[in-house]
């Protein structure tokens, strides 16, 4: 169990460019969530894939933000033409089947310039 | 709607000293609940949690909590303070069937010598 992983760890960017993060959750574990954390606030949460089906999206993710897992395995969140208002630290978490217990990532922090 | 407060965002100890750190929660049906700790530059680690059972839950590093219904509080306890313990505190809900955690703002705990 090598706990879940994300990659960047950090990412700095300029307005209007695309970025893509990557997570990989935990091998047996086929739930996989996305929150987003601004500084001195909770995580809020994003979007949850249940294998490769997205099952819900939150309104805070809008049309500039997609989230994808192909393969049931690993997800991508995508962010097309950055505002200085989505810098924040998106985490990504991971469960198994009728399990509540969310594992986080260590998180990859963004920061638009 | 679920929701979580965490009072105080900020409580400041001395080494050796009681920690409490609060937090009350709404929910319309039983809750899940959750204390994750956040250090610096890192995701969320899962100190304890609460669903069904026993009220009183013991957590790693000493920690423990107690689930009161007629409160509708889930407040974050240890003994005795260490220096080690010096992090960022969420509180979180969720409920049976349910994919996403709601957080509280959080709680940065401070230990002084």
């Known amino acids: 169990d090598t706990g879940v992983s994300q990659d960047p760890r950090h990412k700095i960017t300029k307005r209007g460019q695309n970025v893509t993060f990557r997570c990989d959750p935990i091998s047996e574990h086929n739930r996989l969530y996305w929150y987003r954390q601004t500084l001195g606030q909770g995580p809020e949460f994003l979007t949850y894939f249940q294998n490769e089906a997205q099952l819900e999206k939150s309104r805070l993710l809008s049309d500039r933000f997609s989230a994808e897992r192909p393969k049931g395995s690993f997800s991508t969140l995508e962010i097309q033409r950055t505002e200085q208002g989505d810098s924040a630290m998106y985490l990504c978490?991971?469960?198994?089947?009728?399990?509540?217990?969310?594992?986080f990532g260590p998180g990859t922090r963004l920061l638009v310039l | 709607a679920q929701s979580v407060t965490q009072l105080g965002s900020h409580v400041s100890v001395s080494e050796g000293a009681l920690v409490l750190l609060r937090c009350n929660y709404s929910?319309?049906?039983?809750?899940?609940l959750f204390w994750y700790v956040q250090y610096p530059n890192q995701g969320l680690q899962l100190l304890l949690k609460y669903t069904t059972g026993a009220t009183l839950v013991k957590g790693i590093n000493g920690f423990e909590a107690e689930f009161k219904k007629s409160e509708t509080s889930f407040h974050l306890t240890k003994p005795s303070a260490h220096m080690s313990d010096a992090a960022e505190y969420f509180c979180a809900v969720s409920r049976k069937g349910a994919q996403k955690l709601v957080f509280g703002q959080g709680t940065r705990l401070t230990i002084n010598p």
């Open positions: 978490a991971s469960s198994g089947t009728g399990q509540e217990t969310q594992y």
């Open positions: 929910s319309s049906v039983p809750p899940y």
